[in-house]
């Protein structure tokens, strides 16, 4: 079986993750010995292979329950209740969370988020998903697990995933025919696709924001000493669907609705670059959308939009794989997530290099994610001065956004960048809202006061997240969810990231349970700065935003916590002598802490 499992995937070392992921699922782990066994056939080291297992959150060398539920832990499913639930399930079935019950039935853990911030709280069950968790339902759910019935027996609506799309624009309101861009591709050189993509202004919609036509060229041109276009070297096209940052779920979407649309993008990367291969890289907490992707991909390729000499053209030879990812926010990360697709645990390259020149397996490789690659296809299809229509100068065309939280309508709005936020927040139906988190966690936090604010790379950049929060929220608790978020997300590569993140949390902990005095506030935004000058890559550098930018717009809510002495611990010394005064039967002052101001 093992074998079998090895060579489905190539039987080559790249393909030592996925390889991973299918043994998790056929043994509910990855035992001592399988390991041992995948060295040998992969010709690596075992400690390569432990170490992938270790990285990855949905890989485990001890045992997972035949049902396995991950209950998302994004701060709006939170603040739906769902860690009440997650506690009530455990009640019901006798087993704590984070662990596996002695019977080996069931296991429940906390993620980090599933992708459903609209239509939570959700949750996994051996990777299928489960939306609009209630108390009544997770009843149903404990009778089911007990009785160990199959879940294709649970019913059907507890799976129902939706669009939920409520505003379309030029991405999602027209349809865009099947191989249409293709057919237009094929009469252009690289030079002319990549002038048409740079004259529609197209940028990455992961939030960054680089240009696409600037990224696409640099990879055609290549490193230095090398001729555009050169044929002896492999290039690569990688879509990034690991959709991790929280709040956020529009790629989600665009892959269940638009999966044409995503791959006719990639081809018409690959005729830019010269590239043979192409990877869409599926966030694992998507994995049920892959059965959905491959059978796209199939009926492309019969109708002769894959493979080779697509539509004719001579040497245009492509294909596409689609590579899972096992729960690991920092592969969002571009060079993580080539890191991720060698087989290897997705820690962040130095750079420079960049990846245009040194990507996958050190060749040339664009990695732009699912948005973009559907803009792009558009674009070819319907021209540059068609998407030129909406926007402003610097933000171009539309932008999709994931709004969930606080308001009567969550899902998606396509909007034309230069749209305010208040517009957005009137047809979301938020009312009064506190406060809106835009781009996720590592994005901005903004007041009622800067609703006036517009959304594009020239005021606020995004990747899509807009969490609303209502007047009745707790803003430290907010902060304290997502710092709690990127101290768990924290690769560990780098120490000011690994143990930064730590402090901070520790920090907003102290502070959230009424422990803070002004020296903590003064120490959290030394420390915070640090992590964000000092810090490897993206995450660590975003890591404090939530902090800062909630502390600096609303600093009488930190101020209402903290104590006023001058320093206070950060748990009750007096409380942990309780088990020495027990053992030595004292209880006079002199055995008990006071703390003096």
Same mark, same amino acid.
């Given at each position: 079986?093992?074998?079998?499992?090895?060579?489905?995937?190539?039987?080559?070392?790249?393909? @030592?993750?996925?390889?991973?992921?299918?043994?998790?699922?056929?043994?509910?782990?990855?035992?001592?010995?399988?390991?041992? *066994?995948?060295?040998?056939?992969?010709?690596?080291?075992?400690?390569?292979?432990?170490?992938?297992?270790?990285?990855?959150?949905? @890989?485990?060398?001890?045992?997972?329950?035949?049902? /396995?539920?991950?209950? !998302? +832990?994004? =701060?709006?499913?939170?603040?739906?209740?769902?860690?009440?639930?997650?506690?009530?399930?455990?009640?019901?079935?006798?087993?704590?969370?984070?662990?596996?019950?002695?019977?080996?039935?069931?296991? =429940?853990?906390?993620?980090?988020?599933?992708? @459903?911030?609209?239509?939570?709280?959700?949750?996994?069950?051996?990777?299928?998903?489960?939306?609009?968790? /209630?108390?009544?339902?997770?009843?149903?759910?404990?009778?089911?697990?007990?009785?160990?019935?199959?879940?294709?027996?649970?019913?059907?609506?507890?799976?129902?995933?939706?669009?939920?799309?409520?505003?379309?624009?030029?991405?999602?309101?027209?349809?865009?025919? @099947?191989?249409? #861009?293709?057919?237009?591709?094929?009469?252009?050189?690289?030079?002319?696709?990549?002038?048409?993509? /740079?004259?529609?202004?197209?940028?990455?919609?992961?939030?960054?924001?680089? $240009?696409? %036509?600037?990224?696409?060229? *640099?990879?055609?041109?290549?490193?230095?000493?090398?001729?555009?276009?050169?044929?002896?070297?492999?290039?690569?096209?990688? #879509?990034? %669907?690991?959709?991790?940052?929280?709040?956020?779920? $529009?790629?989600?979407?665009?892959?269940?609705?638009?999966?044409? /649309?995503?791959?006719?993008?990639?081809?018409? #990367?690959?005729?830019?670059?010269?590239?043979?291969?192409?990877?869409?890289?599926?966030?694992?907490?998507?994995?049920?959308?892959? +059965?959905?992707?491959?059978?796209?991909?199939?009926?492309?390729?019969?109708?002769?939009?894959?493979?080779?000499?697509?539509?004719?053209?001579?040497?245009?030879?492509?294909?596409?794989?689609?590579?899972?990812?096992?729960?690991?926010?920092?592969?969002?990360?571009? !060079?993580?997530?080539?890191?991720?697709?060698?087989?290897?645990?997705?820690?962040?390259?130095?750079?420079?290099?960049?990846?245009?020149?040194?990507?996958?397996?050190?060749?040339?490789?664009?990695?732009?994610?699912?948005?973009? *690659?559907?803009?792009?296809?558009?674009?070819?299809?319907?021209?540059?001065?068609?998407?030129?229509?909406?926007?402003?100068?610097?933000?171009?065309?539309? $932008?999709?956004?994931?709004? !969930?939280?606080?308001?009567?309508?969550?899902?998606?709005?396509?909007?034309?960048?230069?749209?305010?936020?208040?517009?957005?927040?009137?047809?979301?139906?938020?009312?009064?809202?506190?406060?809106?988190?835009?781009?996720?966690?590592?994005?901005?936090?903004?007041?009622?006061?800067?609703?006036?604010?517009?959304?594009?790379?020239?005021?606020?950049?995004?990747?899509?997240?807009?969490?609303?929060? !209502?007047?009745?929220?707790?803003?430290?608790?907010?902060?304290?969810?997502?710092?709690?978020?990127?101290?768990?997300?924290?690769?560990?590569?780098?120490?000011?990231?690994?143990?930064?993140?730590?402090?901070?949390?520790?920090?907003? +902990?102290?502070?959230?349970?009424?422990?803070?005095?002004?020296? +903590?506030?003064?120490?959290?935004?030394?420390?915070?700065?640090?992590? $964000?000058?000092?810090?490897?890559?993206?995450?660590?550098?975003?890591?404090?935003?939530?902090?800062?930018?909630?502390?600096?717009?609303?600093?009488?809510?930190?101020?209402?916590?903290?104590?006023?002495?001058?320093?206070?611990?950060?748990?009750?010394?007096?409380?942990?002598?309780?088990?020495?005064?027990?053992?030595?039967?004292?209880?006079?002052?002199?055995?008990?802490?006071?703390? =003096?101001?």
């Amino acid at each position: 079986m093992l074998c079998e499992i090895v060579d489905h995937h190539g039987g080559e070392a790249t393909s @030592l993750l996925q390889v991973l992921i299918d043994v998790q699922m056929r043994f509910r782990c990855v035992p001592a010995g399988v390991m041992t *066994f995948l060295a040998e056939i992969l010709h690596l080291p075992r400690t390569q292979i432990q170490a992938v297992v270790e990285f990855y959150s949905f @890989l485990s060398v001890t045992s997972t329950g035949r049902f /396995d539920v991950r209950f !998302s +832990d994004s =701060v709006t499913d939170q603040l739906l209740g769902s860690r009440d639930l997650a506690t009530r399930l455990c009640q019901r079935l006798g087993v704590k969370l984070g662990e596996t019950r002695a019977d080996d039935a069931v296991s =429940v853990h906390l993620t980090s988020c599933t992708g @459903l911030s609209d239509q939570g709280p959700a949750a996994l069950v051996n990777g299928q998903v489960l939306t609009r968790l /209630d108390g009544d339902r997770i009843v149903q759910m404990a009778d089911f697990i007990d009785q160990e019935i199959d879940l294709d027996a649970w019913p059907k609506a507890w799976f129902r995933v939706e669009d939920q799309v409520q505003l379309e624009g030029l991405l999602l309101a027209e349809e865009l025919p @099947l191989g249409a #861009c293709l057919e237009r591709a094929g009469t252009l050189d690289a030079v002319g696709i990549i002038s048409e993509i /740079d004259r529609s202004g197209l940028r990455g919609r992961g939030g960054a924001g680089f $240009k696409t %036509a600037v990224k696409w060229r *640099f990879c055609y041109e290549g490193a230095e000493g090398t001729l555009p276009g050169d044929p002896s070297i492999t290039r690569y096209v990688v #879509c990034n %669907a690991d959709e991790g940052e929280p709040g956020t779920f $529009k790629d989600r979407v665009l892959l269940s609705r638009n999966a044409h /649309d995503v791959f006719e993008g990639m081809t018409v #990367c690959a005729r830019a670059i010269g590239a043979l291969r192409g990877f869409l890289y599926l966030r694992g907490e998507y994995r049920y959308l892959l +059965d959905t992707l491959l059978k796209v991909l199939e009926a492309r390729r019969s109708r002769g939009l894959l493979g080779r000499n697509i539509l004719g053209v001579e040497g245009f030879d492509f294909n596409i794989e689609i590579h899972l990812g096992a729960g690991a926010y920092i592969c969002g990360e571009e !060079s993580a997530l080539i890191e991720s697709l060698e087989g290897k645990p997705g820690h962040p390259r130095n750079r420079p290099p960049y990846p245009v020149t040194h990507g996958y397996l050190g060749q040339p490789t664009v990695v732009n994610n699912v948005e973009t *690659f559907v803009a792009a296809a558009r674009i070819m299809a319907f021209g540059a001065d068609w998407f030129l229509s909406e926007g402003t100068a610097q933000s171009t065309g539309t $932008k999709m956004l994931s709004v !969930s939280g606080d308001c009567e309508r969550p899902g998606i709005y396509e909007v034309p960048f230069g749209t305010p936020v208040s517009v957005v927040m009137h047809r979301c139906g938020a009312d009064d809202p506190m406060g809106v988190q835009v781009g996720g966690p590592s994005g901005t936090f903004i007041g009622k006061a800067e609703f006036e604010r517009i959304l594009g790379f020239e005021d606020l950049s995004t990747g899509g997240s807009m969490m609303v929060f !209502s007047q009745a929220r707790d803003v430290v608790a907010i902060a304290r969810g997502f710092t709690h978020f990127f101290a768990h997300e924290s690769c560990g590569f780098c120490t000011p990231c690994r143990v930064g993140t730590s402090l901070l949390r520790q920090l907003i +902990d102290k502070i959230a349970e009424g422990h803070g005095t002004p020296h +903590d506030l003064v120490e959290m935004t030394q420390l915070a700065a640090i992590v $964000k000058n000092a810090s490897h890559c993206g995450l660590g550098q975003t890591a404090a935003n939530p902090l800062m930018q909630t502390l600096e717009r609303f600093p009488e809510r930190y101020q209402e916590r903290l104590k006023t002495t001058l320093f206070e611990p950060g748990f009750d010394l007096d409380g942990a002598l309780e088990v020495s005064r027990q053992m030595t039967g004292r209880a006079d002052a002199n055995a008990h802490l006071t703390q =003096v101001g």
